[in-house]
C-alpha cells in the first residue's frame, strides 16, 4: 500500500486525525516530523531531476529519494515514460509543457501562438494519458515587445481555443506565476482565470517566484480553490539584495524568505489537498534528491 | 521641439533650508516648476513661488497617503485627512493635481485588503477633489500594489470620477515592466510623470535596488520609447525629475544643474 492509497483508505483519515497536535497530551512524544500531518502528496519537477540516466533511472531515484510523483515534462515518449512511472511505482500529478516559453500564446506572430497552442493540446494529452489532472502552463511573457495588454488579450484567446479539449479530456489548464513580468498581481490573476468562465482552468501556483514582489500566503488565500498544484521554491530577498536578484533562487529550502509556516497555515485554510512539487537546484544526486525530498517533508509537517 | 512638455523638480532634490532657497535652488537649475510637499506653511510657499517664478503644478502627499490601507483605522483616517489637506494645498498653489501614494501591501497587508482599504480612504477625498478641480495622481512606487498597469487602470477607473488619475513613475516599473507600456495603458488618465532612471543591469548584478543608482540616460529606462508613448497618448504638462541616486561628491547645487540639463536631453528625444 504507497502512501496515496493509505490516506485514502478510512486508516489514512484516523491515522491522521490522530495525530493532530491538539490531541496530543503536553507530557506525549510529539509526532516525528515525517508523520504527514495533511494529505497532501510529496512531487517533484522533472526538469529539477538532474541524475543520469534513463527515464527508468531516473523514476526510480526519485522514488528511492522519498518522492511520490513527479511532473512530467510535455512531448515526451508516452509508453517509455508509462513504463517507467508503473516500475518506480510513481504517480503523474502533472505535465510542464515544453514550449510555453519559446512558443508562447502571447506572440505578436499568429503562427507562433497556433504552434504554442497546439503543444499546450498536445500536453493535455499527454496528461490524459499519465492519469495527471492538470497542466503547467505559463500563459504569455510580457516584454519589451510584447506589452502587458497585448499578452492578456492574445493568451486568453488562444486559451479559450484550448478549454473544449481541456473539458472533454477532464485535465485542467494550470496557468503558472513564473517571471514573465505577466499577472504580476494575485487579484488579476484570479480575475484571469475567471474570465474564462471554464472548470477546466486553474492556478499552478509557484511559492517562491511571488517573493521578489509580494507574499505567497496572500496569493494562496486570494487564488484559494483555483489553485491545481503547488510548486515549492525558496527565494532569499537577502541574497536578491546584496547579490543581485536572481541569487534570491540560490538558496536551499527553509534557508531563504519564504515564510513557510504562513504558507502552510494558508494552504490549509484554503482546504487544498493534492501535490505539492519542488522546483529546486539540487536535484541532480540521489543525495540532493534525497535533501530535496526530506526537507519538503518538513515543510508539509509544519 | 514638438511636444509641450515643461520640466520640473522634486522639492526633496534641491538643496536649501528654507523653501524660498530650495525653490531658488531650482530655478538656478533651470526647472520651470517644483513638486512640494503637502503641509508645508502656504504662506511660505507662496512667496517663494512668486519670488522665483516657479510653477507649482503638483504637490506630493506620498509620506501620509501612505497609510490608505494601514491595519489602524485612526492611522487610515489620518492619511485620508493628509490627502485633503494636499489637495487644499494644491487649489492654494494652483497646482493641477496631488501625488498619492494609494496605500500598500505588506507582510501583514494583504493585497485585496490593501486595495478595498486605498479606494475606501480615497472615496472619502473624491467629493473634495472634485470641488476644489484638483485631481488626485496615484503613484506608483515600491508599495507591492498595483503591480499590473491593467489593474492600475482598473483602480482608477472604480472611482468613476474625473478627480482619479495617475501619477507616472516611469523608473519605478523597470524592475518588472516597460514603462511605454504603462503610459499607452494608462493613457489619459496620467496627470503628470515622474522621471526616474533605473538599471536592469545593476538589479542582476548588485540587487534590487542597487538598480536605482545610475545616472539618467545611463540605465535601462527605454527613454526614446518613453517619449514615443509620451507623444502618443497627447499628454501635455509636466515631467518632474525625482531622481533616486546622487553621485558622491558632487555639491548639491551643481548636481541639479546636472540633472536639469538631463533632463532637458530626455526632453529633446
Known amino acids: ?302 | 521641439m514638438s511636444r509641450n512638455l515643461k520640466k520640473g523638480i522634486w522639492y526633496a532634490a534641491a538643496p536649501g533650508k528654507t523653501v524660498l532657497e530650495k525653490f531658488q535652488a531650482a530655478r538656478g537649475a533651470g526647472f520651470d516648476g517644483i513638486e512640494p510637499p503637502s503641509h508645508l506653511d502656504q504662506e511660505e510657499v507662496l512667496r517663494a513661488r512668486d519670488k522665483t517664478g516657479l510653477i507649482v503644478a503638483t504637490v506630493s502627499c506620498g509620506q501620509h497617503s501612505r497609510d490608505l490601507s494601514h491595519p489602524d483605522a485612526a492611522k487610515r483616517a489620518e492619511a485620508v485627512a493628509g490627502v485633503k489637506q494636499a489637495l487644499r494645498d494644491a487649489k492654494r498653489y494652483g497646482a493641477t493635481s496631488i501625488l498619492v501614494v494609494p496605500g500598500g501591501v505588506t507582510e501583514a497587508v494583504a493585497y485585496a485588503v490593501a486595495y478595498q482599504r486605498a479606494q475606501d480612504g480615497l472615496r472619502q477625498a473624491v467629493p473634495l477633489a472634485e470641488e476644489l478641480g484638483v485631481k488626485l495622481g496615484f503613484e506608483n512606487v515600491w508599495n507591492h500594489f498595483l503591480l499590473s498597469p491593467l489593474e492600475a487602470a482598473r483602480f482608477v477607473d472604480e472611482f468613476h470620477s474625473p478627480a482619479a488619475g495617475w501619477h507616472f513613475d516611469v523608473g519605478n516599473v523597470i524592475y518588472l515592466g516597460w514603462p511605454d507600456q504603462w503610459i499607452r495603458i494608462l493613457g489619459p488618465r496620467i496627470q503628470k510623470l515622474h522621471f526616474k532612471e533605473y538599471s536592469r543591469k545593476k538589479m542582476k548584478q548588485a540587487g534590487l535596488r542597487a538598480g536605482f543608482a545610475v545616472e539618467y540616460l545611463e540605465g535601462d529606462n527605454d527613454w526614446p520609447a518613453v517619449m514615443k508613448a509620451v507623444d502618443e497618448i497627447g499628454y501635455h504638462g509636466w515631467a518632474t525629475a525625482e531622481p533616486a541616486w546622487q553621485p558622491k561628491g558632487v555639491d548639491p547645487a551643481e548636481r541639479l544643474k546636472q540633472i536639469s540639463a538631463k533632463m532637458d536631453q530626455i526632453l529633446a528625444l
Open chain 1, 1 to 302: 500500500m504507497n502512501r496515496r492509497e493509505f490516506l485514502q483508505s478510512g486508516a489514512g483519515a484516523l491515522a491522521l486525525t490522530a495525530l493532530t497536535p491538539s490531541m496530543l497530551g503536553a507530557e506525549e512524544t510529539p509526532p516525528a516530523p515525517a508523520a504527514p500531518k495533511r494529505p497532501i502528496h510529496k512531487g517533484i519537477m522533472w526538469a529539477t531531476v538532474g541524475v543520469k540516466g534513463s527515464v527508468l533511472e531516473k523514476m526510480k531515484a526519485i522514488k528511492e529519494a522519498g518522492f511520490e510523483g513527479t511532473e512530467m515534462m510535455s512531448h515526451m515518449d508516452q509508453d517509455e515514460v508509462l513504463r517507467a512511472r508503473d516500475a518506480a511505482g510513481l504517480t503523474i500529478p502533472s505535465v510542464c509543457g515544453r514550449d510555453h516559453w519559446a512558443k508562447p500564446l502571447s506572440h505578436p506572430d499568429p503562427k507562433v501562438r497556433a504552434e504554442g497552442l497546439e503543444s499546450l493540446k498536445q500536453t493535455l494529452r499527454d496528461a490524459k494519458r499519465y492519469g495527471a489532472s492538470s497542466v503547467l502552463l505559463v500563459p504569455g511573457v510580457v516584454n519589451q515587445e510584447i506589452a502587458y495588454n497585448d499578452a492578456y488579450q492574445r493568451s486568453q484567446a488562444e486559451i479559450r481555443k484550448a478549454l473544449p479539449l481541456a473539458e472533454e479530456l477532464g485535465v485542467k489548464i494550470a496557468c503558472e506565476n513564473v517571471w514573465n513580468n505577466f499577472l504580476l498581481s494575485p487579484l488579476e490573476a484570479a480575475r484571469y482565470v475567471d474570465e474564462f468562465n471554464s472548470p477546466a482552468i486553474g492556478w499552478h501556483f509557484d511559492v517562491g517566484n511571488v517573493i521578489n514582489y509580494g507574499w505567497p500566503e496572500q496569493w494562496i488565500r486570494i487564488l484559494g480553490p483555483r489553485i491545481q498544484k503547488f510548486h515549492i521554491k525558496e527565494f532569499s530577498r537577502t541574497k536578491r539584495d546584496s547579490q543581485g536578484l536572481w541569487k534570491g533562487f540560490d538558496v536551499r529550502l527553509m534557508e531563504g524568505d519564504d515564510n513557510w509556516p504562513a504558507v502552510m497555515k494558508a494552504v490549509d485554510e484554503i482546504g487544498y489537498r493534492g501535490w505539492v512539487m519542488t522546483e529546486q537546484p539540487g536535484g541532480d544526486t540521489p543525495e540532493g534528491l534525497k535533501d530535496l525530498a526530506d526537507r519538503l517533508t518538513r515543510i508539509l509537517a509544519l
